[in-house]
């Protein structure tokens, strides 16, 4: 089974900041990778699919990149509606994962 | 616009089955540009890929469930369904249904989701 770990677990920063959340897959998956937000009580929504490829309506601030093993997920100027927990998924092969999730809080 | 909804007992005993639907609206779960999914959250934790199903009968399950849990659809309804049987408390989680992003494995679309609580 392929393990994603994300880092950081926990990020603050400020409305206006540039962030970068990472996430390191056991094996190569590129570039099947998935990036989700999700607030508190909500269903996640997907932001970023194929690693770099941005869904229709998720602001452009919104970018995914990477290749491999090693995937990014960056938020150009954050709005305060982007203050949320992150979680990137593989789909290279089943059983599809998670990663543990990184909690993006207001500095 | 597709909506998925999530509907069934919220509270099951320990041992006992766990039974979900997923109402699709908006679309039809017989396309065969799409797969369909179970996900599971428990209170507090990280997402959980529970199993997929294509409309023509594949399904496939995570190894750590796949003993004790079966998709099934129903096309005549728009619906499929998520059963898992013997559960423990370790299977308190918010569940949702979603569908896969046309050919790929990302979840484009997703259901509310259900908190089922296992506790007698």
């Known amino acids: 089974d392929i393990q994603l770990t994300q880092s950081p677990s926990t990020l603050s920063a400020s409305v206006g900041d540039r962030v970068t959340i990472n996430c390191r897959a056991s094996?190569?998956?590129?570039?099947?990778v998935a990036w989700y937000q999700q607030k508190p009580g909500k269903a996640p929504k997907l932001l970023i699919y194929k690693a770099s490829s941005l869904e229709s309506g998720v602001p452009s601030r919104f970018s995914g990149s990477g290749s491999g093993t090693e995937f990014t997920l960056t938020i150009f100027s954050l709005q305060p509606d982007d203050f949320a927990t992150y979680y990137c998924?593989?789909?290279?092969?089943?059983?599809?994962?998670f990663g543990q999730g990184t909690k993006l809080e207001i500095k | 616009q597709l909506q998925l909804q999530e509907s069934g007992p919220r509270l099951v005993k320990p041992s006992e089955t766990l039974s979900l639907t997923c109402a699709v609206s908006?679309?039809?779960?017989?396309?065969?540009?799409?797969?369909w999914g179970w996900i599971r959250q428990p209170p507090g934790k990280g997402l959980e890929w529970v199993g997929t199903f294509y409309y023509s009968g594949s399904t496939y399950y995570n190894p750590s469930l796949k003993s004790r849990v079966t998709i099934s659809v129903d096309t005549s309804k728009n619906q499929f369904s998520l059963t898992l049987r013997s559960v423990t408390a370790a299977d308190t989680a918010v569940y949702y249904c979603?569908?896969?992003?046309?050919?790929?494995?990302?979840?484009?679309?997703w259901g509310q989701g259900a908190l089922v609580t296992v506790s007698s």
């Open positions: 094996l190569s998956i590129s570039p099947w």
């Open positions: 979603a569908r896969h992003n046309g050919g790929g494995g990302d979840f484009d679309f």
């Open positions: 908006g679309g039809s779960i017989s396309s065969t540009s799409f797969y």
């Open positions: 998924q593989q789909y290279n092969s089943y059983p599809y994962s």
